[in-house]
């Protein structure tokens, strides 16, 4: 069988957050564990697995993600924007919930979408499984988000 490459200059994505206002109404010291010992790690993995043809220029985004706003409309050095929102709802079937808001013009690959962390569910112990099973869910939603949706 003879493999077929598309040839593109591959390189690997560059994930940047932006926080809504249910994130930011959270205490900062939530706010903090959420962005160190959650996002970032994640960012970082997620910066040295997925390869993409990058945004050449300026990401160009528009103001809103479905009903949640961007805090701003152009992004540098950046092929992917994930708003993060947050809750605390014991009520609802969900750990996660993510979706794509806005496509490339061109490739109609995702270049930005949310992130709603349940934080009734989402473990918050800085202990090792703890941190694999947070990695993991940001890792299943930002498969969604990607484009791999039911």
Avoid at 6 to 21: G, I, N, S
Avoid at 50 to 76: E, H, P, Q
Avoid at 81 to 104: G, T
Avoid at 109 to 117: D, E, T
Wanted: net charge positive; glycine share 4%; hydrophobic share 40%.
């Amino acid at each position: 069988m003879k493999a077929y490459y598309l040839k593109a200059p591959w390189e690997y994505m560059r994930v940047k957050f932006d926080y809504d206002d249910r994130f930011m109404a959270f205490p900062k010291k939530t706010q903090d564990y959420v962005k160190k010992n959650i996002l970032l790690p994640f960012a970082k993995t997620m910066e040295n697995t997925i390869k993409i043809k990058r945004v050449k220029g300026d990401l160009k985004l528009d103001a809103r993600c479905f009903s949640w706003s961007l805090s701003k409309t152009n992004w540098t050095g950046v092929d992917l924007v994930m708003l993060i929102s947050m809750e605390a709802r014991s009520d609802v079937p969900y750990i996660a919930k993510s979706a794509a808001c806005q496509l490339d013009n061109g490739s109609f690959r995702p270049n930005a979408g949310v992130i709603v962390l349940n934080l009734d569910y989402i473990a918050k112990t800085p202990d090792h499984k703890a941190l694999v099973t947070n990695h993991l869910i940001l890792f299943h939603e930002t498969t969604h988000t990607l484009g791999f949706s039911p």
